[in-house]
Nanobody, 123 residues
Framework: QVQLVESGGGLVQPGGSLRLSCAVS????????MGWFRQAPGKEREFVGSIDWNGDVLEYGNSVKGRFTISRDNAKNTVYLQMDSLTPEDTAVYYC????????????????WGQGTQVTVSS
């Protein structure tokens, strides 16, 4: 059974940092590109970033470039999203997802999703 479980969300002040984790099970992480997406209330889902199977190729959404970093540890079956210089506009539910194939920002090409973790940036 394929499972993706996000953790690490919470309340953080503007300018602060958080690191999200996505623990996967039920499949071999090495074989898949992984992505992070987010959705704020009343807004469409937004691409955050994507990382290929061995971490050599990364792609980020324009709104997070230079502030967020994706990494992965295939041996630990975990993907990470380091978020720095957070602003209130980063407030959203963050999701990790699995994609067979190359890095992509097209959410509909990801075939499995986690339940999400809430990130709230507020003073």
């Amino acid at each position: 059974q394929v499972q993706l479980v996000e953790s690490g969300g919470g309340l953080v002040q503007p300018g602060g940092s958080l690191r999200l984790s996505c623990a996967v099970s039920g499949f071999t992480l090495d074989y898949y590109t992984m992505g992070w997406f987010r959705q704020a209330p009343g807004k469409e889902r937004e691409f955050v970033g994507s990382i290929d199977w061995n971490g050599d190729v990364l792609e980020y959404g324009n709104s997070v470039k230079g502030r967020f970093t994706i990494s992965r540890d295939n041996a630990k079956n975990t993907v990470y999203l380091q978020m720095d210089s957070l602003t209130p506009e980063d407030t959203a539910v963050y999701y990790c997802a699995r994609r067979p194939g190359y890095v992509s920002g097209r959410g509909w090409t990801y075939d499995s999703w986690g339940q999400g973790t809430q990130v709230t940036v507020s003073s």
